[in-house]
């Protein structure tokens, strides 16, 4: 699920810096981590913290070079892992930012910068695609998803829109394929003691042919102060 999170925010994040939406390989962005994490040739998951690193050192790589078959392979088909590794570096994300609640993630989605990549305790509280409140004591298995949006579908009782949620369990899941989650639900995700959340934002490279942005648009765009992950240590 990190590969499907991973990749995912770097289709994001080229939709944003070019106005078209490239698909990104999920197996090489799943391998990757799991080579920064020490797990390779086991299928047994990976970090946001190193798809985060990785996004920044390894970058995104077209979903036509690796296409995903639902086997794992660590070895991509009918190309070198280096011709691989060199297209990919073509497109590298350059501003992270550590999410540590609701805020955090309201204020990096509602100024536009990008999706944010979650890992989170799943549990039956999470189950259903609308979340008001999660029980981080419930436990249960590791699992990670991408806040992409906010939504006036819902609102909480303060008019607080839900944070839209990307799944990978096909439309048959939620709302078409994506959840709804309320500010409580996500602040008390942020007190499990397994959440980590990252912004992925700034997705450059020589493959990357930056979209024409009027003076209107520049102009009127909500600046937010970026951290970078490098600098912060994570």
């Given at each position: 699920c990190q590969g499907f999170t991973l990749a995912t925010a770097g289709m994001y994040n080229s939709y944003l810096a070019t106005g078209e939406l490239e698909m990104y390989s999920q197996q090489f962005a799943y391998i990757m981590t799991q080579t920064r994490d020490g797990l390779l040739g086991r299928d047994q998951g990976s970090t946001i913290e190193n798809g985060e690193n990785s996004a920044e050192e390894d970058g995104f790589l077209p979903y036509k070079w690796w296409e995903y078959t639902g086997k794992y392979h660590t070895t991509p088909p009918g190309r070198s892992m280096a011709e691989c590794k060199g297209e990919a570096k073509r497109r590298l994300i350059q501003t992270t930012a550590t999410i540590q609640n609701a805020e955090d993630a309201d204020l990096f989605i509602g100024t536009g910068l990008g999706p944010i990549s979650i890992g989170i305790t799943w549990n039956d509280s999470v189950n259903r695609g609308k979340v008001d409140s999660f029980d981080y004591n419930r436990g249960g298995g590791g699992h990670a998803l991408l806040i992409c949006g906010k939504t006036r579908k819902f609102e909480d009782s303060k008019g607080r829109p839900y944070f839209k949620i990307?799944?990978?369990?096909?439309?048959?899941?939620?709302?078409?394929?994506?959840?709804?989650?309320?500010?409580?639900?996500?602040?008390?995700?942020?007190?499990?003691?397994?959440?980590?959340?990252?912004?992925l934002s700034d997705l450059a490279g020589d493959a990357i042919k930056p979209r024409k942005m009027s003076w209107g648009e520049y102009k009127y765009t909500p600046k937010y102060s970026r951290r970078s992950s490098k600098s912060q240590g994570a």
């Open positions: 990307a799944n990978w369990w096909y439309k048959t899941w939620g709302y078409n394929g994506y959840g709804y989650w309320s500010w409580d639900a996500l602040n008390q995700m942020f007190k499990g003691r397994y959440t980590v959340a990252r912004g």
